[in-house]
Antibody
Framework: QVHLVQSGAEVKKPGASFKVSCKASGYRFTSYAIHWVRQAPGQRLEWMGWINAANDNTDYSHKFKGRVTITRDTSANTVNIELRRLRSEDTGIYYC?????????????WGQGTLVSVSS | QTVVTQETSFSVSPGGTVTLTCGLSSGSVSTSHFPSWYQQTPGQPPRTLIYTTDTRSSGVPDRFSGSILGNKAALTITGAQADDESDYYCLLYMGSGIWVFGGGTKLTVL
């Protein structure tokens, strides 16, 4: 059974960067995709990007391109997301979600979410 | 950039039927977008209800169903219950490794 556990909350200043991790278990790590989704307070879900763990290919939303990087650490069964040049609007909960092997797969299950607060 | 559109809010009476829709600012939604639907309650990660247009996720009651209606994806709740009061999001695959969520619909059951 797939299980995703994310790292703890972060507090950052504008202009800084954060890195949030998503530790996966219950499946062959190198075969599946992981997505990252953000939700600002009271706002909608936003797809940020994904990594195909089978080949390390990544794609990112145009909104975050240039500021975001998703990587994987196979030895730790972990996928990381880094967001740079933070602004207050980046405050929110960041979720990782299991994406399976096909574009048709749902995002399921999800990690518990990581709260990132950006404030001076 | 194409926007995925959903009703901002909807209200349904207990026991009633409601259909939430998911459209595109330009063009039609088709099965090739692999529409999926998620339910979210405050403080919780989203829960998958429907994927690939009309496949119910494991454990989801059969009062939830998905379809394509005209040029939109649709989520129908038949026999709404009080605990269906949630935010509902659709997700579409736009091609080229890009996904987009809709703006979400806040469903009230009263």
């Amino acid at each position: 059974q797939v299980h995703l556990v994310q790292s703890g909350a972060e507090v950052k200043k504008p202009g800084a960067s954060f890195k949030v991790s998503c530790k996966a278990s219950g499946y062959r790590f190198t075969s599946y995709a992981i997505h990252w989704v953000r939700q600002a307070p009271g706002q909608r879900l936003e797809w940020m990007g994904w990594i195909n763990a089978a080949n390390d290919n990544t794609d990112y939303s145009h909104k975050f391109k240039g500021r975001v990087t998703i990587t994987r650490d196979t030895s730790a069964n972990t996928v990381n997301i880094e967001l740079r040049r933070l602004r207050s609007e980046d405050t929110g909960i960041y979720y990782c979600a299991f994406g399976g092997t096909a574009y048709s797969n749902p995002f399921d299950p999800w990690g518990q979410g990581t709260l990132v607060s950006v404030s001076s | 950039q194409t926007v995925v559109t959903q009703e901002t809010s909807f209200s349904v009476s207990p026991g009633g039927t409601v259909t939430l829709t998911c459209g595109l600012s330009s063009g039609s939604v088709s099965t090739s977008h692999f529409p999926s639907w998620y339910q979210q309650t405050p403080g919780q990660p989203p829960r998958t209800l429907i994927y690939t247009t009309d496949t119910r996720s494991s454990g989801v009651p059969d009062r939830f169903s998905g379809s394509i209606l005209g040029n939109k994806a649709a989520l129908t709740i038949t026999g709404a219950q009080a605990d269906d009061e949630s935010d509902y999001y659709c997700l579409l695959y736009m091609g080229s490794g890009i996904w987009v969520f809709g703006g979400g619909t806040k469903l009230t059951v009263l």
